[in-house]
Each structure stands twice: as C-alpha cells, then as structure tokens.
C-alpha cells in the first residue's frame, strides 16, 4: 500500500486529471491539426472545465496561444463579451511593428485593451448589420495575426446571438493556424450553438466529445488520487460513486464534506470500516456543499451567501458591501473561504469553484434574506463604474423593487440596443412585459420598443401575444398603427406565411391610423403592393405601390426610401411595366450609380434578378455588378456582399455561366443558412442545377424544400423556374399529369398575381406537359392567354419564348411551322444569351425534323448536344445522345476529365482548347493583373472560387505562377489563338 496522507484541511481537488485520458487525447489530436473546432459536451460538474483547462497546459500545445473566455448566466447588455474577454490581455503577444489591416481598427471601442497595436478607428458606417459584421472581421483578423491559437469558449449556453453569430463567422473562414473550443450543456444549449458544428468547410479538422459520468473503476481512481492512496476498495469507490452520479466535481465534494466530519480515515488495508458503514450523504453536489459551508464561520459564510448572489466574480469589496461586512471581517472570513476551497481567487476578484456550488448555497438562503441581499448588491453596484445595468436589472428583480427594476430593465435594453444587441434588448423587454404592472401608456412604449427590437434578430422570439395584447386594449392610433405593421412584419419574418389574407388584413389596417408616420405608412404600402392577398389584382397592388411613393415625405430617411424605390422598380421589372425605368433611373441618380449603404445596394440587386428573371441581362449585370462593387466597400466579406452573390449566383444559372457554380451555391447556402427567406433564389437556381447536370436525388430533395418554403413565404416570383424544372422532368419521366395537378396552384398564383412577365419562361415546359397529358386544348388556351396578357409589354424574352412554346403545339401537325418557330426561338434565345434555353429549343427543333423526316435533323440535334456539352448538362446531354443514337447517329459526348486527364489539354494546344470557358476568364483577368478578389467581384463568384480556378489553371497549363501565366495568355492573343 502506498499513502501520501490526507490532503490539506478543507481543499480535496484533484491535481491529476482521472478518467478523460482517451478524451484529452483526442482533444489535443483535434486542436493540433487546425483549423479545427472541438466541441465539448456535457451536464453541469462532468469536468468539461477540467478538460480544456488539461488542455491548455499540454506539451503537445507548446508554442500554441490558449485564449479563454467564458459566457455568463446574468448577461451586461456587452455582446461579443467573451471573445473580448480573451482578447483583452494579448497587446504583448504582438509583434514589434506588426501589421494589421484598417478594418481591425473597428476593434477601438470593443478591446481598448489593444489601442497600442490596433490601427485607427475607421469611419463609422451608416448601417448597424455593416457595423458589425466589420467588427467580426476586425476580430478574426487579430486572432489571425497572434500567430497558432486556441480559442476556447466555455459555457456557450448562456452565449449571446452576437457571440454565436461571430462564431460561425470566424468558423466559415478559420485562419489557418485558429482551433476553438467549445463547452457547453447539451440540454440547455440553442440549436444555433448546436448548429455551430455542422456547416463547417471541409478544411476544418472537427470532432464532438459527449462527456459521460465516471464507471466504478475511473471513480475508484479519482478517490485514490484526490486522497493520496491506491487503498480505496471497490465497495467504498461504488458507494462514492452512487452517491456522486459519477459526476467529479461530486466526488471531490462528497470526498471533501468527508474530511471534515473527519471521517476519511487511511489505515494499513484499507479505510476504516465505520466510516464506510457510517456514510449517508446525500447524493449530488448541493448538500455535500451545504454541510460543509455550515461548518464555516459566520462571516465566512456571509461571504459566501454574498457571492452566490452575486454569481459572478467579484472584488472582495463589494462582497463586504453585500454582506455588511467590516473590512477585517471580511479579510478572515475571505480566507476561511478561499482555506475551504468552496471559493478560488479568480481575474483579481473571487467567486465559487463551479456554478453548482454557487446555486447550492443560493438556494439554501431564506428567501427574506436573499431580497435582502439582492438589494444591498444592487445599492451595491450603483456605486460602480460604468454601472452594470444588467446585473443591477436581476438584483432589483430579486429584491422585489419591482419600480427600480422596471427603470433598469429598461436602461439596460437601451445600452444593449445601442450597441445593436437586439436579443438582449428583447429579452429584457419581454421580461419587463410579462411580469411587472406597466401604466397603459408605459406598456404600449414597450412593447413598440420590443417589437422593433424583435423585427431586427436574427431568429426571432414569440412575442406576437404581447403586440395582440396592447392591441386589444384600445392604444392610441399612432400606436395601433405601428403595432399592426409590426405583427404584420413579425408574422413575414416568423413564418410561415400560410395566411396572407390576415397579413394583408393588418397591414391595411395600420395605413389607416399612420396618417402622423407617412414613412411608416410609406412601407406598409410597399408591403401591400408587393405580396398582395389571394385574389387580389395587380391594378389594386400597384395603386398601394403609387400611393407608397406618394406618401413617402420628400425629406424623409434616405436609406428607406431606397428600399422602397428598389422593392417597387422590382415589382414593375417583374410585370414588364415600364415605369421601373423611371424608379431605376431615380436610384441611379440619387446614389452616382454606386451604392453604398445597405438599403441602396439591396435595391440594385433586386432590380439586378428581376431584370433577369424577365430576360433583361445586360442591365440586371449592370445592377448586379454595382451592387457587388457596393457591397464590398461597404463590408467586404459582410452580409450585403453574401446577399449581392447570392443574386449574381443565381442570374449566372439563367444565362448558362455554371462552371463553379455548384460550389458557389454550396457556399451561398452555408453563409444564408439562418436566412431561408433570403437564400431562396439561390437554392431555387441551385436545385434547377443539380437536375440539369444529372444530381436527380439532390435535386429532388431540395426542390421539395424550396417549394415549401416559396408557398409558405408569398415567393411567388422564384415559382416560374422551379416549375420548369419540375415539369421537365416530370415529361422525361412521362409523369406529366401528375406534377400538373401539384403545380397547379402555383401556376394560378403567379397568373392572379399578373406576373406574366416572369411566368412566361415556365410556358412551353407547360405546354409540353399538357401535350404530353393529352390536354391540347388546355396547351392552345395557355399559349392564348399568354398571348393576351402579354400584348403591350416590351420584353426581349416574350418572342422566343412564345415561338417556343407556338412550335410545341404546331410539332405533329404542321412540322415546317414547328420548326420555323423553334428555329426563331433557339436563335432568339442564343441572342439574349440564354444558352440553356437556345439548347432546349434546338433539341425539340430536332425532334420535329426527325419526326418528319428532315435530313436536318441530325445537325441540329447535335448542336443541341454541343450546347448541353458546354453547359456541362449532363442530364440533358443524355437524354439527348439516348434519342441521337435512336435514329442512328454516334454522337461524340464530351465529358469531364478524369483526375489522371487534368493536364491532358496540351499547354501547346492554347488556352482554348486547354481551358473551359470560365477558366480562360479567370485566366484572361489574371493575365491583365488583376488580384484574385478583383476578378472575383468582375465574374461575380468567391475568391475561394477563383483560388480553386486559378490553381486548376496551372496545373492544366503547366505553370508556376501568375507571371507565367501572364507570358503564356500574351503568347496566344486575346482570342486565344497563337501569335
């Protein structure tokens, strides 16, 4: 037997971790290959703390940063509080003279800590979002330039939506030498912090540690290193174990109530049995706690009831203030408390080993005392500078001073509102709301403020039976007014949608009592016109989009009014009405045709998609384009650009551009993942994709969630696309009834809504399959009332689309009109740059030849092919060969280069022939000198994206470098061909 004698009086902790060897050794393993991320899971007292603090001293980690912050139950209105909690000490680790880009001058007001290494604040931007997604650049970049780190971030179920919206972030673009890792309790953990862990790039080394109670053996183990003995038989180390849940931070309290009855007694053999026999303790961690403070002096124990309030860590002052304490009581009592190891002395203050301990002597506390306590800590920390308001807001809760809460409350969810953390503001509010008697007039001012504050989350809160609730107590019309609009907003936000009569109920309503707010009036106006109710005509839409603009006051909030200027030049661009010239024409001039604010580049990239969604290319690039430029100086990296992207991702479908489009798609998806409404067009276009380059399962599956979510949502405009897609496949599959019935309440929801204009690209996939179904009546009567509707508008698209769908219903019956109108129609499609569509009309143009015996047939089926080929639609390809060798062709199909045939293309050959379309782009645009995030936002797609073409570049040609690939471009000529 081997003894080392008892541990000292009152401190029995564990200096060896027990029992996680296997669990630190796959933590260490994950860390050392980053990026990494590590999550660690775990209930409260399994050691999760004890592991990554483990961790931070390993020699495995040496010459690796370990950065700690942890999140906080009571929350101040500081989000980002535990990243800058980590950052805060690291001015030294800077390198003399080193470099750090403008934007983490961002960083001044957030780490002042760093004033002498952070470059000068910039300019402050006009946008909160903008703002603060700077800062999360700002913060990845200084984390980046301190060289290998860890980050550890411990008790994310108590974070912030701010602190879990920068995680992501920083995850989906982890600087090479960045690990983090993350703590937190499963079962009292959002699904956003969840989520953290699944949508990360395939570059993150990742792993998830589910920490589970000690077994017998390990528990046996603990007890004998925490005593000093390996004498610990399995009958006491089961009893240690029942008794503790095999939870550590139980043992060592059952072991350390244990030492001070005085019943941990070592002996040769063994302990002594009356102890064994004797042991009743209660299980857990509370009443070991208990005993063991009761056994503590009197001002001892002050001491601790004073920081379990408290909850936090605290100066020994103010837990002298707290507890009424004179300065040399409070110094004994301190270090009884410190000697008992119930506290430790933690960041120059003290406060309780593990929460549970904190919790176990707060609710032991007599709840006459405990308001006592709780409003000596709030008079308490008035006295502190700046004052924390969110604590003082719990403390005065607590006490029962339900007046001075309410003004805290209240102070508290204006600072944090101020520093645009809508989520603590809500939560604050909600709190005030639902428990404290508010005046009419206090309440209505509240809840206004909860519902602009809730409007602007990220994942909204329920708080639509607090609006009703104000409602339904007769408020003033301004407020009516304002709360309808924002149960109106809260609803859209929320989904789903599933009754835009009630939300054109309520919007309607609250013009009505807007008269004193026109630019609020101004937007439930705009939101009339856009969505619209089910069976509302367009003529009634468009007179609440004139009444918009004429409500909107002249000097009214510039940023707005560009909003609404962009959603109505949106909804004209979608019918063909020729007034979006003159809207577009109003933004060009207001913002120099370069936009700069938020507002002004969503407006461009709205009008940028609609004008593709109609066939208007050059100017929706036009917009696009300004947008994307827009976006970058305002916030490159930032969600404006994501948004401007995504746009530009999916006008590239419509007009055939797809090499790295899947990829961008993939990536558009990943960034807009909390933003289904907004990533809608991508994954709309995205779905069309994979069905086109032959991902049938993929597409499937997406295409079921993007039609959900467009019915649910009122997305009316993204319908026509997705049921093309859908009836194409459904005519391949000679299932053409069938999707026509499910499709038919959409294809009626477009027409209701008069969006002709768009719809009208959906019309011969729709003629085909009602040929197809045997409804040829019903197929003239679509072309017929297409015609009809479109008469008048002056749209590139409508010609060929309606010679398209014209040489459909003419094909079997008069084949020399079928294919003089699918003839006009690939070409017309070819002029406007539709590649995808020109292929289709080509191959229905062949099918007509071949039916009536036209030795063209042959040619022009093939350049269907050649279309499909450079396309890379593989699903079309097939079909298309399949019906080639039917009638006795051997067409020669291109396909995609195995691994072993990336440099087949012979550098010699040129980069023509070498090079796919995209990639003699890339290639071009690097050759003039442009950098790769110039050429990014030229072609609209992610700097990864062009890393990924130019590296494929080079290895296809041969080359070292840009400068070589400079030499080799001007060897060829522009056109490609050799000088």
């Given at each position: 037997?081997s003894?080392?004698?008892?541990?000292?009086?009152?401190?029995?902790?564990?200096?060896?971790?027990v029992?996680?060897?296997?669990?630190l050794?796959?933590?260490?393993?994950?860390?050392?290959?980053?990026?990494?991320?590590?999550?660690?899971?775990?209930?409260?007292?399994?050691?999760?703390?004890?592991?990554?603090?483990e961790?931070?001293?390993?020699?495995?980690?040496?010459?690796?940063?370990?950065?700690t912050g942890a999140?906080?139950?009571?929350?101040?209105?500081?989000p980002?509080?535990p990243?800058?909690?980590a950052?805060r000490?690291?001015?030294?680790?800077?390198?003399?003279?080193?470099?750090?880009?403008?934007?983490?001058?961002?960083?001044?007001g957030?780490?002042?800590?760093?004033?002498?290494?952070?470059?000068?604040?910039p300019?402050?931007?006009?946008?909160?979002?903008a703002?603060?997604?700077?800062?999360?650049?700002?913060?990845?970049?200084?984390?980046?330039?301190?060289?290998?780190v860890?980050?550890?971030?411990?008790?994310?179920?108590?974070?912030?939506?701010?602190?879990?919206?920068f995680?992501?972030?920083?995850?989906?673009?982890?600087?090479?030498?960045?690990s983090?890792?993350?703590t937190?309790?499963?079962d009292?953990?959002?699904?956003?912090?969840?989520?953290?862990?699944?949508?990360?790039?395939?570059?993150?080394t990742?792993?998830?540690?589910?920490?589970?109670?000690?077994?017998?053996?390990?528990?046996?183990?603990?007890v004998?290193?925490?005593l000093g003995?390996?004498?610990?038989?399995?009958?006491f180390?089961?009893h240690?174990?029942?008794?503790?849940?095999?939870?550590?931070?139980?043992?060592?309290?059952?072991?350390?109530?244990l030492?001070?009855?005085?019943?941990?007694?070592?002996?040769?053999?063994?302990?002594?049995?009356?102890?064994?026999?004797?042991?009743e303790?209660?299980?857990?961690?509370?009443?070991?706690?208990?005993?063991?403070?009761?056994?503590?002096?009197?001002?001892?124990?002050?001491l601790?009831?004073?920081?379990?309030?408290?909850?936090?860590?605290?100066?020994?002052?103010?837990?002298?203030?707290?507890c009424?304490?004179?300065e040399?009581e409070?110094a004994?009592?301190?270090?009884?408390?410190?000697?008992?190891?119930?506290?430790?002395?933690?960041?120059?203050g003290?406060?309780?080993?593990?929460?549970?301990a904190?919790?176990?002597?707060?609710?032991?506390?007599?709840?006459?005392?405990?308001?006592?306590?709780?409003a000596?800590?709030?008079?308490?920390?008035?006295?502190?500078?700046?004052v924390?308001?969110?604590?003082?807001?719990?403390?005065?809760r607590?006490?029962?001073?339900?007046?001075?809460?309410?003004?805290?409350?209240?102070?508290?969810?204006d600072?944090a509102r101020?520093?645009?953390?809508h989520?603590?503001?809500?939560?604050?509010?909600?709190?005030?709301?639902?428990?404290?008697p508010?005046?009419?007039?206090?309440r209505?001012?509240?809840?206004?403020?909860?519902?602009?504050?809730?409007?602007?989350?990220?994942?909204?809160p329920?708080?639509?039976?607090?609006?009703?609730?104000?409602l339904?107590?007769?408020?003033?019309?301004?407020?009516?007014?304002?709360?309808l609009?924002?149960?109106a907003?809260?609803?859209?936000?929320?989904?789903?949608m599933?009754?835009?009569?009630?939300?054109?109920?309520?919007?309607?309503?609250?013009?009505?009592?807007?008269?004193?707010?026109?630019?609020?009036?101004?937007?439930?106006?705009?939101?009339l016109?856009?969505?619209?109710?089910?069976?509302?005509?367009?003529?009634?839409?468009?007179?609440?989009?004139?009444?918009?603009?004429?409500?909107?006051?002249?000097g009214?909030?510039?940023?707005?009014?560009?909003?609404?200027?962009?959603?109505?030049?949106?909804?004209?661009?979608?019918?063909?009405?020729?007034?979006?010239?003159?809207l577009?024409?109003?933004?060009?001039a207001?913002?120099?045709?370069?936009?700069?604010?938020?507002?002004?580049?969503?407006?461009?990239?709205?009008?940028?998609?609609?004008?593709?969604?109609v066939?208007?290319?050059?100017?929706?690039?036009r917009?696009?384009?300004?947008?994307?430029?827009g976006a970058?100086?305002?916030d490159a990296?930032?969600?404006?650009?994501?948004?401007?992207?995504?746009?530009?991702?999916?006008?590239?479908?419509?007009?055939?551009?797809?090499?790295?489009l899947?990829?961008?798609?993939?990536?558009?998806?990943?960034?807009?993942i909390?933003?289904?409404?907004?990533?809608?067009?991508?994954?709309?276009?995205?779905?069309?994709?994979?069905?086109a380059?032959?991902?049938?399962?993929?597409?499937?599956?997406?295409?079921?969630?993007?039609?959900?979510?467009?019915?649910?949502?009122?997305?009316?405009?993204?319908?026509?696309?997705?049921?093309?897609?859908?009836?194409r496949l459904?005519?391949?599959?000679r299932?053409?009834?069938?999707?026509?019935?499910?499709?038919?309440?959409?294809?009626?929801?477009?027409?209701?809504?008069?969006?002709?204009?768009?719809?009208?690209?959906a019309?011969?996939?729709?003629?085909?399959?009602?040929l197809?179904?045997?409804?040829?009546?019903?197929?003239?009567a679509?072309?017929?009332?297409?015609?009809?509707?479109?008469?008048?508008?002056?749209?590139p698209?409508?010609?060929?689309?309606?010679?398209?769908a014209?040489?459909?219903?003419?094909?079997?019956?008069?084949?020399?009109?079928?294919?003089?109108?699918?003839t006009?129609?690939?070409?017309?499609?070819?002029?406007?740059?539709?590649?995808?569509?020109?292929?289709?009309?080509?191959?229905?143009?062949?099918?007509?030849?071949?039916?009536?015996?036209?030795a063209?047939?042959?040619?022009?089926?093939?350049?269907?092919i050649?279309?499909?080929?450079?396309?890379?639609?593989r699903?079309?390809?097939?079909?298309?060969?399949?019906?080639?060798?039917?009638?006795?062709l051997r067409p020669?199909?291109?396909?995609?280069?195995?691994?072993?045939e990336?440099?087949a293309?012979d550098?010699a050959?040129?980069?023509?022939?070498?090079?796919?379309?995209?990639q003699?782009?890339?290639?071009?645009?690097?050759?003039a000198?442009?950098?790769?995030r110039?050429?990014?936002?030229?072609?609209?797609?992610?700097?990864?994206?062009?890393?990924?073409?130019l590296?494929?570049?080079?290895?296809?040609?041969?080359?070292?470098?840009r400068?070589?690939?400079?030499?080799?471009?001007?060897?060829?000529?522009?056109?490609?061909?050799?000088?």
């Amino acid at each position: 037997m081997s003894t080392q004698g008892p541990p000292p009086a009152g401190r029995v902790v564990s200096h060896t971790l027990v029992g996680r060897g296997a669990e630190l050794a796959r933590l260490v393993a994950t860390v050392g290959h980053a990026p990494a991320l590590a999550v660690v899971e775990g209930e409260p007292g399994i050691g999760k703390s004890r592991l990554v603090a483990e961790l931070a001293g390993h020699p495995e980690l040496a010459g690796r940063r370990v950065l700690t912050g942890a999140c906080a139950r009571i929350r101040e209105p500081f989000p980002l509080g535990p990243v800058v909690d980590a950052l805060r000490d690291t001015g030294h680790a800077f390198a003399e003279g080193a470099a750090l880009s403008p934007v983490a001058g961002a960083l001044r007001g957030l780490l002042p800590e760093l004033g002498d290494v952070l470059p000068p604040a910039p300019e402050p931007l006009d946008d909160r979002a903008a703002e603060r997604h700077r800062l999360f650049r700002g913060l990845r970049e200084v984390l980046a330039a301190l060289g290998p780190v860890v980050l550890v971030m411990e008790d994310l179920h108590w974070a912030d939506e701010q602190t879990v919206e920068f995680l992501g972030y920083l995850l989906s673009r982890a600087p090479v030498g960045l690990s983090v890792v993350l703590t937190y309790r499963g079962d009292e953990t959002s699904p956003d912090v969840q989520a953290l862990a699944t949508r990360l790039p395939d570059a993150v080394t990742r792993d998830h540690l589910a920490l589970e109670p000690l077994d017998a053996a390990k528990t046996r183990d603990l007890v004998g290193v925490i005593l000093g003995t390996d004498a610990v038989s399995e009958a006491f180390a089961e009893h240690v174990r029942e008794r503790s849940a095999g939870l550590p931070l139980a043992v060592q309290e059952l072991l350390a109530l244990l030492r001070v009855r005085g019943e941990l007694i070592p002996w040769e053999g063994g302990w002594v049995r009356r102890a064994l026999e004797q042991l009743e303790v209660p299980a857990g961690v509370r009443y070991p706690v208990r005993e063991r403070a009761a056994r503590l002096s009197e001002p001892a124990r002050a001491l601790l009831e004073a920081a379990a309030v408290l909850q936090t860590t605290a100066r020994p002052g103010l837990l002298a203030d707290v507890c009424g304490l004179t300065e040399a009581e409070a110094a004994d009592g301190l270090d009884e408390a410190l000697e008992s190891g119930l506290l430790l002395e933690r960041d120059q203050g003290v406060a309780f080993r593990h929460v549970l301990a904190a919790q176990a002597i707060h609710d032991q506390i007599g709840a006459s005392r405990r308001a006592h306590l709780h409003a000596r800590a709030a008079d308490a920390l008035r006295e502190v500078t700046p004052v924390p308001l969110g604590r003082m807001a719990h403390h005065l809760r607590e006490a029962g001073r339900t007046a001075q809460w309410v003004d805290a409350a209240e102070r508290a969810a204006d600072q944090a509102r101020a520093l645009g953390d809508h989520a603590e503001a809500a939560r604050l509010l909600q709190d005030v709301l639902r428990h404290a008697p508010l005046s009419a007039g206090h309440r209505e001012r509240l809840t206004v403020r909860l519902g602009w504050d809730a409007s602007r989350m990220l994942h909204l809160p329920d708080v639509a039976d607090l609006l009703t609730a104000v409602l339904e107590d007769d408020p003033t019309p301004a407020v009516r007014g304002e709360l309808l609009f924002l149960l109106a907003m809260h609803q859209d936000l929320k989904g789903p949608m599933s009754d835009r009569a009630d939300r054109y109920r309520l919007l309607a309503e609250a013009v009505e009592h807007l008269e004193q707010q026109p630019q609020l009036a101004a937007w439930a106006m705009v939101a009339l016109g856009w969505y619209g109710r089910p069976g509302l005509p367009w003529a009634e839409q468009d007179r609440w989009l004139q009444r918009a603009l004429r409500t909107y006051p002249e000097g009214g909030d510039r940023t707005l009014r560009m909003f609404l200027l962009g959603k109505v030049a949106m909804a004209y661009v979608w019918r063909g009405d020729p007034r979006w010239v003159e809207l577009t024409d109003r933004i060009t001039a207001e913002t120099d045709g370069r936009p700069r604010q938020r507002s002004e580049i969503s407006a461009y990239y709205s009008v940028g998609l609609a004008a593709h969604q109609v066939g208007r290319g050059e100017a929706g690039d036009r917009f696009l384009e300004a947008a994307l430029d827009g976006a970058v100086a305002l916030d490159a990296g930032g969600f404006p650009e994501i948004c401007a992207r995504a746009y530009a991702a999916a006008a590239r479908f419509r007009t055939g551009s797809w090499d790295g489009l899947a990829e961008e798609f993939a990536f558009l998806h990943g960034e807009m993942i909390q933003r289904p409404a907004d990533r809608g067009a991508v994954d709309a276009a995205w779905a069309c994709l994979m069905l086109a380059t032959g991902e049938l399962d993929h597409a499937g599956d997406l295409f079921r969630d993007v039609v959900r979510r467009i019915r649910e949502g009122g997305l009316v405009s993204l319908m026509p696309m997705v049921v093309t897609a859908l009836l194409r496949l459904a005519v391949a599959r000679r299932a053409s009834a069938a999707v026509l019935d499910e499709c038919a309440a959409d294809i009626a929801d477009w027409e209701d809504q008069e969006l002709w204009a768009v719809g009208v690209c959906a019309l011969p996939a729709l003629v085909e399959a009602l040929l197809q179904a045997g409804h040829r009546s019903a197929a003239q009567a679509t072309v017929a009332r297409y015609e009809r509707h479109l008469v008048g508008l002056d749209l590139p698209l409508i010609a060929p689309t309606l010679d398209h769908a014209r040489g459909l219903l003419a094909a079997g019956q008069d084949g020399g009109a079928a294919a003089r109108h699918l003839t006009a129609a690939a070409e017309g499609f070819r002029a406007l740059g539709l590649g995808y569509e020109a292929a289709q009309a080509t191959e229905h143009t062949a099918r007509c030849l071949f039916a009536a015996g036209d030795a063209g047939a042959g040619a022009a089926l093939l350049g269907a092919i050649d279309g499909y080929t450079r396309l890379g639609a593989r699903w079309d390809v097939d079909r298309a060969a399949r019906l080639a060798r039917r009638n006795g062709l051997r067409p020669t199909v291109a396909r995609r280069p195995g691994p072993e045939e990336e440099r087949a293309g012979d550098a010699a050959t040129g980069p023509e022939a070498a090079l796919t379309p995209r990639q003699r782009e890339v290639a071009e645009l690097a050759a003039a000198g442009l950098t790769n995030r110039e050429i990014a936002r030229r072609l609209f797609l992610s700097t990864r994206t062009v890393d990924k073409h130019l590296s494929a570049i080079l290895h296809r040609l041969d080359l070292r470098s840009r400068v070589e690939l400079s030499v080799y471009m001007r060897s060829f000529g522009p056109s490609g061909g050799e000088r």
